[in-house]
Nanobody, 121 residues
Framework: QVQLVESGGGLVQPGGSLRLSCAASGSIFSINYMGWYRQASGKQRDLVAHIISDGRINYADSVKGRFTISRDNAKNTVYLQMNSLKPEDTAVYYC???????????????WGQGTQVTVSS
């Protein structure tokens, strides 16, 4: 089983910055996919950004140029640097990973508990 722990959320003023972290633990051999999603109140959960083990990165159009995703493979951790935050970025942010257990079995759809980001003056 994979455990994900997100951190770094909080209250920030418009134009401010936050850095989210998500650390994966468990009997993990490798992680291929690491992604950040967000869910605003009353809305569906949407992709914010993802990073693949070969370095490919994808961003939602709404965050391009403002957010940067990165990963530390040695720590099984993914980060999301969020700059120039807007009120519409307010949401619960979740990380999601896909990979391989030490047993050789694949896992997918592992979600963290989420971290609240609130952008307000």
């Amino acid at each position: 089983q994979v455990q994900l722990v997100e951190s770094g959320g909080g209250l920030v003023q418009p134009g401010g910055s936050l850095r989210l972290s998500c650390a994966a633990s468990g009997s993990i051999f490798s992680i291929n996919y690491m992604g950040w999603y967000r869910q605003a109140s009353g809305k569906q959960r949407d992709l914010v950004a993802h990073i693949i083990s070969d370095g490919r990165i994808n961003y939602a159009d709404s965050v391009k140029g403002r957010f940067t995703i990165s990963r530390d493979n040695a720590k099984n951790t993914v980060y999301l640097q969020m700059n120039s935050l807007k009120p519409e970025d307010t949401a619960v942010y979740y990380c999601n990973v896909h990979g391989v257990y030490s047993t050789g079995n694949y896992f997918s759809g592992a979600w963290g508990q989420g971290t609240q980001v609130t952008v307000s003056s």
